[in-house]
């Protein structure tokens, strides 16, 4: 078995589950239940992640997984400091939480 893909989404696991199976891969997933168990366990463990059964179907595993994720849109995915007042931002914010101002491109 060789993991594919993983993500705190389920419903994105699960999406991405059913289209490899419609393309006649055989998958797993695992941790498929596993979120009940967030709290008492560490997050990390606990991921839903994606598998397939067969190392030959990796690639094409791979390629329809990155065919439903789009293409790059190039923009900024990391940390990232407000231009307007310098306050450091975590990736996830698209403006600044302290003045508001938009992320530059």
């Known amino acids: 078995m060789i993991k594919v893909f993983e993500d705190f989404d389920?419903?994105?696991?699960?999406?991405?589950?059913?289209?490899?199976?419609?393309?006649?891969?055989?998958?797993?997933?695992k941790n498929q239940f596993g979120t009940s168990g967030s709290g008492e366990i560490p997050f990390i463990e606990v991921v839903p992640e994606l598998w397939v059964l067969n190392a030959s179907d990796e690639k094409q595993a791979r390629s329809l997984i990155a065919e439903l994720q789009g293409p790059d849109t190039g923009e900024p995915?990391?940390?990232?400091?407000?231009?307007?007042?310098?306050?450091?931002?975590?990736?996830?914010?698209?403006?600044?939480?302290k003045c508001s101002e938009a992320r530059a491109a």
Not at 10 to 29: K, P, R, W
Not at 77 to 97: K, R
């Open 10 to 29: 389920i419903t994105q696991v699960a999406h991405y589950q059913s289209v490899l199976e419609s393309n006649g891969i055989d998958t797993f997933m």
């Open 77 to 97: 995915t990391g940390p990232w400091e407000c231009a307007a007042c310098g306050t450091p931002q975590e990736a996830v914010f698209t403006h600044c939480w």
